[in-house]
């Protein structure tokens, strides 16, 4: 159910203009109002973002062991109905890795290398969004160890942003009549229509932290609600 909010810009000016009361020129009294309506929405769509890290003492090892545990990974995700067009790679490292220590004879700080690092990292969207514990799960029980977190989306909210853009006329207008009619005027033509800045027209939830252990069959999930939000400042001119 859309619920309204309301939000009033009123500037009013009242003065002798010539000619027809009704005609829209520069100076003639107005009436300036916001509208804004707004709906809470149950995001359809989980975007899971997750690594597969592998060290060891060689490049070369650290890079094959990598891949391997990554093809586990997209192996899982075919297996649990995920398309091959919703996983994409998101980037592919191998580095080395120092690590600070000290001489045991000096004391003195020195860098030695202690191993490679590979990394590479996924982002997934998955469009049955209940089944997006499941999959979190899965992953990790294939070789995921570093779980970036879910972000929940609204797949298409164009439709619903339009029927919001239209409920926000609705409440300006409605306002407009309220202030007009008790200051013992009219709304005349609509001089001006300006849409303001829409807050989360591309909703985004929370970035859920997600903490697993090898085994886990599922990571519990809550998406909640996503707030989408149409705003727009109407003029109206006014007369007797």
């Known amino acids: 159910m859309i619920r309204l909010l309301f939000a009033l810009s009123l500037g009013l000016m009242l003065f002798t203009a010539a000619g027809n009361a ?25 975007i899971l973002r997750f690594g597969v890290v ?18 586990a990974v997209l192996a899982e995700l075919k297996k649990l109905g995920v398309p091959d067009a919703e996983v994409q790679t998101q980037g592919v490292t191998l580095a080395p890795v120092s690590v600070d ?27 049955r969004i209940e089944q997006a514990g499941e999959i979190a799960g899965g992953l990790i029980d ?18 619903r942003l339009d029927a919001l853009r239209r409920e926000a006329v609705k409440d300006a207008e409605r ?37 697993g252990t090898p085994g886990a069959a599922e990571i519990p999930l ?11 400042n109407i003029v109206w001119g006014l007369s007797r």
């Open 222 to 232: 809550r998406p909640g609600l996503e707030r989408l939000s149409a705003r727009v």
């Open 175 to 211: 306002q407009a009549k309220i202030y007009a009619e008790a200051a013992g005027l009219r709304l005349s033509r609509v001089i001006e229509i300006r849409p303001l800045e829409e807050i989360d027209a591309r909703p985004r939830a929370y970035a859920a932290k997600a903490a």
């Open 142 to 159: 294939k070789g995921v160890n570093s779980f970036e977190g879910i972000d929940f989306e609204i797949a298409h909210p164009r439709q």
């Open 101 to 127: 220590e000290r001489d045991p004879k000096t004391g003195k700080p020195k860098t030695s290398q202690k191993f490679f690092r590979a990394r590479n990292d996924l982002r997934v969207r998955v469009t």
């Open 54 to 71: 592998t060290e060891r003492p060689l490049a070369a090892d650290a890079a094959a062991e990598n891949a391997r545990a990554v093809e």
């Open 22 to 46: 009704d005609t829209l020129k520069d100076g003639v009294p107005n009436l300036s109002v916001i509208g804004e309506a707004y709906e809470d929405v149950a995001p359809d769509l989980a």
